[in-house]
Structures are given as C-alpha cells and as structure tokens.
C-alpha cells in the first residue's frame, strides 16, 4: 500500500512538472504599429522605454528600402513580465518589423505561450518557430520575437521557406 501511495504521489508530481511553465499569451504588443512614422512611434515610446535610441542604418540592410532605415531602440521596454531591450525597424519611415530580445532560458516557454496563443507553428526548425498567419516569430539562435508588417511577410516567408 505505501509503495502504491509514493508510486501515485511521485507520478502525480511529474505530470504536474510539465505544466509548470507559466500560461501567458504572446501577442503583438500594442504600441507595435506597423506603416506609422518614427515621430509618431518615438511619441507612443516615450514612457514605455526607459532608454530610447535612434540611430541610422547606413546602408539600409531592407531590401527594397529607397531612403531610409532607421532603428529605434527602446531599453526597459515592457514585455511577458520583464524589462526588455525592443528595436523598431523602419523602412523608408515606416514601422517594418520590431525584436523583442529575450534570455535564451526562455525560449521553451515563449514558444509553449505563442502555441497557446497562435495554434501549430506553420514553419519549425532549431532556429526558429514561425506563425505566418499573425507575421510573428521566435528565434532560436539569437533567442527573440519578431513582429513584421504585412509589407514584410514575403521577405520573412522566404527566408522561414528556405530553412525547412
């Protein structure tokens, strides 16, 4: 009877052990919008960053960028319960794509959240885990989420296409 109790007792705390990380959905974050100017985003950041930089890509590294590229990097920005470093990606003076860094020992749990969130990953592989239909990624080999415009999802499609 007692090895019955501690066999029940040991399995009931191993399958509690895979549920232990925490249910978050990952969504695009609000302040995110994608074909706004870097005025208008540098405006929403303002108390969303506890540090912001701007800075030039010169030369712009966007194919198909006729001006401009520009990169905002806003440090302590707010996200899935931590501070963060965020890097708003311009394109000709338009909000293009956005990372949000995260630590590479939360990986798993980003992408067990985004699966709860998003459904199946359409593109898989040790580098990356991609949801297409909501232009969101996590990368695995520089651990951060990526949000992209629709403006950008051919690009991204490709290069998630070309590692399968």
Not at 18 to 39: C, D, R
Not at 65 to 89: S, Y
Not at 110 to 129: C, D, I, R, V, W
Request: charged share 25%.
């Amino acid at each position: 009877m007692k090895l019955q109790l501690i066999i029940a007792i040991t399995g009931l705390s191993l399958s509690c052990l895979g549920h232990a990380a925490p249910k978050t959905p990952i969504k695009t974050p609000e302040l995110i919008a994608f074909g706004q100017s870097v005025k208008s985003i540098k405006n929403k950041l303002k108390n969303a960053c506890e540090h912001l930089k701007i800075q030039s890509i010169d030369p712009p590294e966007i194919p198909g960028t006729i001006n401009t590229q520009t990169q905002l990097d806003c440090h302590g920005f707010e996200f899935a319960g931590k501070k963060r470093l965020a890097e708003f990606v311009f394109k000709d003076d338009a909000l293009f794509l956005t990372w949000i860094l995260i630590e590479a020992d939360e990986i798993e749990m980003m992408e067990h959240n985004m699966k709860l969130t998003y459904g199946a990953a359409k593109y898989q592989n040790p580098t990356f885990s991609a949801f297409t239909q909501q232009r969101t990624a996590l990368r695995k080999d520089v651990p951060e989420l990526l949000f992209y415009s629709e403006e950008a999802a051919p690009q991204f499609e490709g290069w998630f296409q070309s590692a399968e």
